[in-house]
């Protein structure tokens, strides 16, 4: 009897080890997964009278079969004001900085330069750790009332994108000492690139959760555009979008006349709803 308890109870403790795991397991994408997945590889290019013009970050071509450039992005915001900034840095040292606010200008601020390659290696290798992949709020008061800077952090290595946080994310205090520092000398770095000139907004997407997917089915002032697979290989802003969940990208004159007639369609507000394959996606249009 004494050896069937010992082992019922390395059973159950086995059992509760592997919830545990899983349970805190980072969120993991697979690009290849997704139709049409090729990829190719993009730089910034300095523009005329000082300033810059950007192309979009690292990600997916119509034709092109080229392995997509690691990546980390990050965003942030404040409960209790309404700055928000995000940071694209890739793994050649392309950087995106933008800088805008919940409730005013979405972007006041764009930034594109290149980051010293040093700082390139060393932030992507801490970000894919497991202490800020698994960061967790270890606050007990309201977030709602937290005076911290929150911050999501999503990295892609390898063609597969590991994210931390959905939502708000995590206080940045809550994150290790070493990702702390780096994020710091990042956003110096940010700060001394030159400003951006053609950019007309940002895109980018979320998965739809099972309530926002009803509330949006059930009101008729709003619609989802279902796209199918060859629309959705043929539109690469889209494509990327939804490949690289929470990934901004730089939209241009030819394309803004385009995601204003999604937004049309969907009845939307600088937003817009889209149906591939059964999955259901929310994308929102930062401009100024």
Known sequence: MKKIFLISSLVIIFVGLVFVVMRNRPTVNDVDSFPGANKTESTTTNGTNGAVKIKPPSGVANKQS???PDA???STSFFQKSDELYFDLDVSGNLIAKKGTKYGKEIAEIRVGSAPQELVEKILKVANARGVLNAKDTGTGEPLFSQSEWVRVSVMLDGKI???QAGYGVPIE???VDFQDLFKELKSVAEKQPIASDTKGFLFAEL???QQVQFIKNDPKLEFITFSEND???DPIIRNAVQMLGRQFPVYNEELQKIEGYIKLSKGTKAFFINV????YYFRLLSE
């Open 174 to 176: 809550d994150f290790p």
């Open 208 to 210: 739809a959760g099972e």
């Open 277 to 280: 394959s059964g999955k259901y």
């Open 162 to 164: 590991k994210s931390s």
């Open 72 to 74: 980390l992005w990050i």
């Open 66 to 68: 080229v392995k997509t």
């Open 232 to 234: 959705f290989n043929a």
